[in-house]
């Protein structure tokens, strides 16, 4: 064990955690919004509204995150068209490549999560709303979108901690990330056992936060 | 109970004896994707000139071998661990990397080059046809400046972990946008892409990606060699530590350069580098 590269490393390492977090709050953010709209959608009474919305879940879920952003990075960057386009501005950036495969995979997920959340309301606090003479628009964002909130919770933690080590990945196209530089480090010292357990320690500390952030909102909004 | 001991023990006595056994076999480790070093077919085979080589120094050596594919940025690491016991991976023989491995003498020589889109405004640049760093004569000297000002600004791209990471970073050429992958072919991709406006490596690797792909990949500025580059391509093997693995590494050693010798006696290196090269690339 060599200790002193272990200490090296470290500020390092604490560095590209800031890009790793970055990473993840902003797709979590857009994929939170996606999650939303497509929860509503796949609950939509119209059949192709809803398939659209259930296809784009499945697509996302049913394959590998890894396989995502090499299309969206690699792929899409052999498609001359796409090259000349004024999309290209965007796609030509690593980082914006990893925040779109990032937000549509974390999207699909959380869209699920919405959705069981929001269907399995109990019908009575529905009815106790419309006994009480309040308007659809109300109940859904007063009593559904609230209970359903709370009711994801646990499973959207889980999503977090997931998505946190799904970042990992941004290193494949050429990000500088927390594992990005964990093997810059190695590839220089050739020691990988040392590097990866300073870099699996911060991960490991990152979850430890985030579920304890999801524990405390849990109980604060117990009912 | 009695015969199940026995049955055991006769498992686990036919397990230490068939490692005894295969201690001699020897494992070459390669990395299967910086062609025309070393490369996969369409089904998976490892090919290109270091397989062939390979299996050449085997014959000569009279070992059995197998080869086996490890990614490159895990190369040395794989080493270490004795995943394999000899790497054959287009690996140039560099000061930093003896600080932890051993090399065999060199069996070919890689000069290293800049590469552009047919279009680019780096096409220009003029220099001579090629610099040893080790010697950084005045020309040279002038010529790093060249491509110092070429650089400024640009996104000069390289797979990690290699001599030409290291060259771009030693300062040579002042302070430069650095994107490193995880393969060569990653590299090409994205030159071609534009996500690269320049791209460094062995200039045979893109020699050939342009062959292949068709696409307009052209060769700028002078061939790089020496300094950061490196002293030709060996093998590389773990330095000798004690008791009899040691000694077997050791051993290896000195069977390689003895091997390299013979091969390159007989015409071997020449031959496979002029086959995969284009030119005799052996040293």
């Known amino acids: 064990m060599d200790f002193d590269l272990m200490l090296n490393s470290f500020p390092k390492l604490l560095d590209a955690t800031l890009v790793t977090l970055k990473l993840l709050s902003l797709s979590l953010i857009i994929g939170l919004f996606l999650g939303f709209c497509f929860a509503i959608l796949r609950l939509s009474k119209n059949i192709f509204i809803s398939r659209f919305a259930y296809g784009y879940s499945y697509l996302f879920r049913g394959t590998p995150l890894l396989v995502q952003i090499f299309i969206i990075y690699f792929g899409l960057g052999q498609i001359e068209l796409l090259r000349t386009s004024i999309l290209w501005v965007v796609l030509k950036e690593p980082y914006w490549c990893a925040i779109i495969a990032f937000s549509l995979n974390t999207g699909a997920y959380t869209s699920e999560i919405i959705r069981s959340a929001l269907q399995t309301i109990k019908p009575g606090f529905i009815e106790a709303g419309k006994s009480l003479g309040l308007s659809n628009k109300i109940i859904f964002f007063k009593i559904q979108i609230p209970i359903a909130i709370r009711q994801s919770l646990p499973a959207y933690g889980n999503e977090i901690i997931l998505m946190l080590k799904g970042t990992s990945l941004a290193s494949t196209v050429t990000l500088m990330d927390l594992t990005g530089v964990a093997k810059y480090i190695i590839s220089t010292t050739f020691k990988p056992v040392e590097v990866f357990i300073v870099a699996g320690s911060i991960y490991l500390f990152l979850t430890f936060l985030i579920h304890n952030l999801i524990k405390f909102l849990e109980k604060k909004y117990s009912y | 109970m009695n015969t199940l001991k026995k049955f055991s023990l006769g498992i686990l006595i036919s397990i230490f004896i068939s490692f005894s056994v295969s201690a001699d076999k020897i494992k070459i480790g390669t990395e299967g994707a910086y062609p025309p070093w070393n490369a996969k077919d369409a089904s998976g085979n490892l090919i290109g000139f270091e397989?062939?080589?390979?299996?050449?120094?085997?014959?000569?050596?009279?070992?059995?071998?197998?080869?086996?594919?490890?990614?490159?940025?895990?190369?040395?690491?794989?080493?270490?661990?004795?995943?394999?016991?000899?790497?054959?991976?287009?690996?140039?023989?560099?000061?930093?990397?003896?600080?932890?491995?051993?090399?065999?003498?060199?069996?070919?020589?890689?000069?290293?080059?800049?590469?552009?889109?047919?279009?680019?405004?780096?096409?220009?640049?003029?220099?001579?046809?090629?610099?040893?760093?080790?010697?950084?004569?005045?020309?040279?000297?002038?010529?790093?400046?060249?491509?110092?000002?070429?650089?400024?600004?640009?996104?000069?791209?390289?797979?990690?972990?290699?001599?030409?990471?290291?060259?771009?970073?030693?300062?040579?050429?002042?302070?430069?946008?650095?994107?490193?992958?995880?393969?060569?072919?990653?590299?090409?991709?994205?030159?071609?892409?534009?996500?690269?406006?320049?791209?460094?490596?062995?200039?045979?690797?893109?020699?050939?990606?342009?062959?292949?792909?068709?696409?307009?990949?052209?060769?700028?500025?002078?061939?790089?060699?020496?300094?950061?580059?490196?002293?030709?391509?060996?093998?590389?093997?773990?330095?000798?530590?004690?008791?009899?693995?040691?000694?077997?590494?050791?051993?290896?050693?000195?069977?390689?350069?003895?091997?390299?010798?013979?091969?390159?006696?007989?015409?071997?290196?020449s031959k496979l580098a002029i086959k995969h090269f284009g030119f005799d690339a052996s040293m």
Not at chain 2, 152 to 169: D, M, P, R, S
Not at chain 2, 230 to 241: H, L, P, T
């Open chain 2, 51 to 269: 397989v062939e080589l390979a299996n050449e120094l085997c014959k000569i050596m009279g070992h059995e071998c197998t080869i086996v594919e490890q990614d490159w940025d895990g190369m040395i690491p794989a080493l270490l661990m004795r995943k394999f016991d000899a790497i054959m991976a287009g690996m140039s023989i560099t000061d930093e990397r003896l600080k932890t491995i051993n090399f065999s003498q060199g069996y070919a020589d890689e000069v290293a080059s800049l590469a552009v889109m047919k279009g680019s405004n780096l096409e220009s640049i003029e220099t001579s046809e090629g610099i040893n760093l080790s010697k950084k004569s005045g020309s040279a000297k002038k010529d790093l400046k060249t491509i110092t000002a070429a650089l400024k600004g640009k996104t000069v791209c390289v797979q990690t972990a290699t001599i030409h990471q290291n060259f771009l970073e030693s300062g040579d050429v002042g302070k430069v946008n650095v994107r490193t992958y995880k393969t060569q072919d990653e590299v090409n991709l994205d030159l071609a892409a534009g996500r690269c406006d320049v791209a460094l490596a062995a200039a045979v690797a893109f020699t050939d990606y342009a062959d292949k792909s068709g696409k307009p990949v052209v060769l700028v500025g002078p061939t790089f060699s020496g300094g950061a580059f490196g002293n030709g391509v060996g093998v590389g093997i773990r330095k000798s530590g004690d008791g009899a693995i040691g000694k077997r590494d050791a051993q290896l050693l000195k069977d390689f350069n003895k091997a390299i010798n013979e091969a390159r006696k007989q015409g071997i290196i």
